[in-house]
């Protein structure tokens, strides 16, 4: 049995493919370097939202709990070594006696940054600073229960091997946003 082309078949030629692999292959030429960026612009993010979301946490805790809640950040440039921690001050001593947070791999109860990102600074009214409460009533203070600052703005920048920059802001009244700088 020979079979015989009619002009009725369909498929695709030989030349029709050849085009549609040379236009995949310029598509992602142009959008592999930036497909590369995904996965640290992701991880900057998540750690941005964590902290976002980790500091109302502590916020409602305060409140909730009617005790302050200290935080305690370790600003660096070396990825993997940035981390914070988040405490009950259940004497109103200035300490943290009850941890907030469930423990990292390490054993620890504290927050670490994730790889390549790194909590790069941390600024108060423009000035370094790395210990921090929420009062019983939600309001945000530098410093520790004995020695309370008033701060109009805490700026912590987050950023990673990749270009750009995520910032947490929290005003005194507790509330916070986070952006992103290309």
Avoid: C, H
Wanted: aromatic share 8%; proline share 6%.
């Amino acid at each position: 049995m020979k079979r015989t082309n009619r002009p009725d078949e369909t498929g695709i030629s030989l030349v029709e493919l050849m085009t549609v692999i040379a236009i995949i292959a310029v598509m992602a030429f142009f959008a592999g370097p930036e497909m590369l960026n995904i996965g640290p612009k992701a991880k900057m993010k998540s750690a941005a939202r964590d902290l976002k979301s980790n500091l109302e946490m502590a916020r409602m805790e305060a409140v909730k709990r009617n005790k302050p809640v200290n935080l305690v950040f370790t600003p660096s440039t070396t990825p993997g070594a940035s981390a914070y921690e988040i405490k009950v001050d259940e004497n109103r001593d200035g300490t943290g006696d009850l941890s907030l947070l469930p423990e990292n791999s390490a054993g620890v109860e504290k927050y670490t940054f994730p790889g390549t990102v790194l909590l790069e600074s941390v600024k108060a009214g423009g000035t370094a600073a790395t210990s921090f409460f929420f009062d019983p009533r939600g309001f945000w203070f530098k410093g520790n229960t004995t020695s309370r600052q008033t701060v109009s703005e805490t700026i912590f920048t987050i950023k990673s091997s990749k270009p750009g920059t995520y910032t947490v802001k929290v005003n005194s009244g507790g509330s916070g946003a986070v952006s992103f700088t290309p």
